[in-house]
């Protein structure tokens, strides 16, 4: 049956599902590793976690392969089983033969990846170097593009964003050189993320199109629902809400397919805010409180981190301040302790925000002065236009400083129409107002 169908390279899945079955009941190992690995690596990308998962543990129980163990990892991470990933990575780099370069780049990747995660940056990205090194020493082009993909992602992290964007052009150029569409899809995708991050939206939407249809060519429904809430963000931001539930709706049929818990805790979040922006705060924080259940079980920090930060947003909009205050400051600890520098900022406008509503005004003035400097130094002009446009009404309506004021509420605007921001005419508002009262 092996060399019928499998040999000949005419099996289906439902005949190779027997060779593997027969092979493990005639502890055939060679045939069995072979037929689960070939599965198991066929079905990971298109999101058959479940599938993988019972394929590997069927095979596990019969024979220990650093490539089963390997696959298997990799769908527990997408499982929330990351305790279980970790040692599972661990035991195949045990096994794995020193001359697979390949596959112990492959490996150490992954373990990088919960590391990252994890917030232990500097220990990740010496991991990546490393595999950076060992694929240029043996000549392959797609782990060097895996490197580099890795190494821009915690540069970005890091809010080192020229350098990420250099390091995700570098490895573009080499997946369209070697037609790797999976890894120009993901790199599509992160360049879209800083373009947005720099104010060039047009650009960005474009990128995050791309990354889709490629993602939708190879089948890739996690890639699928990645760009499609990046997109559904950015709509959010132009103000255009029916568009975004759409997106999310269609995000929904999606993640269901996938049983990925990753996946669901950024699908809940992103629904979230959206309930937020029309005032369902109900709807909001059950979305919120799922998301972080779902983002503590994977051990993802920077999502909880996140997740408590719109949980302040809700709760001050709720004019529940001392709340919103600590949901902002369990934020905080977070995102330093991973050193996300974005998160940093965002958090610490919000705190500014309360500062101002318990008149502790010399606080909130050095607090926004804090967020601003970071969003400079990492070029986020969203952030920048918010935050400027709050530090100018505080100057103006706290401290009688009105020059300044409105200096700093016209470089918001700048900014907010370079973005299209659906804030611009919000700010334009606020500029108007002031000036009448002047006259």
């Known amino acids: 049956m092996y060399r019928l169908w499998w040999k000949a390279k005419t099996a289906t899945e439902a005949q190779k599902l027997e060779i593997h079955r027969l092979a493990l009941l005639g502890k055939d190992k060679d045939i069995a590793v072979n037929v689960a690995n070939c599965l198991s690596r066929k079905w990971i990308p298109h999101s058959r976690f479940r599938d993988t998962n019972k394929i590997c ?14 696959n298997l990892a990799r769908v527990e991470i997408e499982l929330g089983k990351l305790k279980e990933a970790v040692e599972h990575y661990q035991e195949a780099l045990k096994l794995c033969p020193d001359n697979e370069i390949i596959e112990i780049c492959g490996i150490k990747h992954c373990l990088a990846y919960i590391k990252s995660k994890s917030g232990e940056l500097d220990i990740a990205l010496k991991i990546y170097q490393e595999c950076l090194i060992d694929s240029e020493k043996i000549g392959h082009l797609k782990g060097k593009a895996s490197a580099l993909h890795e190494i821009a992602r915690i540069y970005l992290l890091q809010g080192k964003v ?91 049929k999606i993640v269901e397919k996938t049983g990925s818990v990753e996946l669901k805790a950024a699908l809940f979040y992103n629904m979230a805010i ?19 259940k779902l983002a503590e079980q994977i051990d993802d920090i920077q999502s909880q981190a996140m997740v408590l930060h719109q949980l302040g947003v809700v709760s001050e909009q709720q004019i529940k301040f ?118």
């Open 57 to 70: 543990q069927n095979t596990l129980n019969n024979i220990s392969d650093y490539r089963i163990l390997s």
């Open 162 to 252: 020229d350098n990420a964007l250099h390091k995700y052009q570098e490895c573009l150029a080499i997946q369209e050189n070697i037609g790797d569409i999976k890894g120009q899809a993901s790199t599509l995708h992160q360049i879209a993320y800083i373009k947005a991050q720099k104010g060039e939206i047009q650009e960005s939407l474009a990128n995050y199109e791309k990354s889709f249809y490629l993602k939708d060519s190879i089948g890739d429904l996690k890639g699928k629902i990645s760009a499609l809430h990046q997109i559904a963000s950015l709509k959010e931001e132009q103000g255009d809400l029916e568009a975004v539930f759409s997106l999310l709706q269609m995000s929904l």
């Open 274 to 292: 959206t309930y937020t922006k029309v005032g369902r705060f109900d709807l909001a924080i059950n979305s919120l409180d799922t998301s972080l």
């Open 322 to 439: 001392e709340n919103a205050l600590q949901f902002y400051s369990k934020s905080l600890i977070l995102n330093k302790q991973i050193k996300y520098l974005k998160g940093q900022a965002d958090t610490l406008h919000q705190i500014a925000n309360i500062y101002i509503n318990q008149r502790k005004i010399d606080a909130a003035l050095a607090t926004y002065k804090e967020a601003l400097e970071i969003q400079e130094h990492i070029q986020d002009m969203r952030g920048k236009a918010s935050t400027l446009a709050s530090l100018g009404q505080m100057l103006i309506y706290e401290l009688g400083d009105y020059d300044q004021g409105l200096d700093l509420l016209q470089q918001s605007l700048s900014i907010l129409q370079h973005l299209q921001s659906s804030e611009t005419d919000t700010v334009k508002r606020i500029i108007l107002s002031i000036q009448e009262s002047i006259l």
